[in-house]
DNA sequence: GAACTATGTTTTGGGTGCCTAATTATCACT
DNA sequence: AGTGATAATTAGGCACCCAAAACATAGTTC
């Protein structure tokens, strides 16, 4: 009995949840999946798939009997879309707001999505909410910030663009020391 | 001459970086840098640390002689400096723009540090600087999204704060199936 | 039904990163 | 100089992740 919770209490790896999260996608996109495909997809070889799927199957996260298909149990396929929606939101992170081309968002959302608890995940989520539904800064801020990005700081464009909806106010602007660097 | 150059080409583990970026900060705070500093700041016991250290001297990131005191070589010194510079951006941009609490940021960031390239990063600063230059969103924009948390999506309040400043106009909502949801 | 092909598995081994236990070096003090 | 406390190292082992090579299985083709 305790052996048991003991197994399923053992925290994941990153790669346990990589292939979690492949075997998630694949079995998406085709009818079946294959040790083969799953190792094309992670770029490695497929001893090395075999030997997973033998410890995901220790733990009960897929089902699986050799030379068979596999198929995720119910704690898999659970795991495997929890993954693949931190993957979506790191990338729509990257993408939406901070303008990575997609390929790189996509390698990095891959290493982030291990970095980043539960809450800090939701944080991201409502923020990127906030961007859409606050009429403050939604609408066409992020092309601002692209404009800023690259044309360099021309805090009279922001604030030309400021006054075109707003009687004129106070500008506080905080040096970067402390934000960007390190000298 | 093959030789030399493939070991300081290889890429740096997730590891390594940690432990010169302890090793640099350390640096700062104390006269000298013991082995027994470093385990207690990383977390781990004495002889893995030796061990870290003898690879690190092996790639000339460290000078160091068994029972010596251990110094960062040039090579070294810059990349601790910018493991240190990666973390102190992605803390700040979770503590100030996520409003996630400090400790949490610095534990997370740390992992962060590993999977975010250079030219993400920059635009982790680029967007940190843009929400403070630009003055339609800096100000006590970050205010808004604090309330905007806690008390869930109330776009009449939102609306409300946009409306004492400019005139009313028209709200674009996206709906947010792209960029939270597995449903 | 024998050879061929695609796919999957086992065996063996390497690299990293961490640990414990036992050993050795260093320093301060009398 | 000798002794004890502190610091650092060596030795040995474990978990995880990967890969090359040899072997196993099933299906196809002639």
């Not at 050799?66 to 729509?92: A, Q, S």
């Not at 700081?153 to 390190?182: H, S």
Request: glycine fraction near 6%; charged fraction near 35%.
């Amino acid at each position: 009995m305790q052996n048991k919770d003991d197994i399923s209490k053992k925290p994941l790896t990153p790669a346990m949840e990589d292939y979690l999260e492949a075997i998630f996608n694949l079995g998406k996109e085709k009818r079946v999946v294959r040790v083969k495909d799953i190792a094309k997809r992670l770029g490695v070889k497929m001893p090395t798939v075999t030997n997973m799927l033998k410890t995901l199957s220790k733990r009960e996260l897929i089902d699986y009997e050799k030379y068979e298909y596999l198929e995720l149990t119910e704690k898999g396929v659970d795991v495997g879309r929890e993954i693949h929606r931190r993957h979506h939101i790191l990338r729509g992170f990257l993408t939406d707001i901070l303008n990575v081309d997609f390929k790189k968002a996509d390698e990095e959302a891959c290493k982030m999505e291990h970095a980043v608890s539960a809450s800090t995940l939701d944080r991201f989520i409502e923020f990127m909410e906030f961007v859409q539904f606050c009429p403050r800064v939604g609408l066409d801020w992020l092309e601002y910030f692209d404009e800023y990005r690259l044309h360099g700081q021309e805090p009279d464009k922001c604030l030309a663009r400021m006054k075109e909806f707003a009687g004129g106010f106070k500008v506080r602007i905080k040096t970067m020391e402390e934000v960007g660097g390190e000298k």
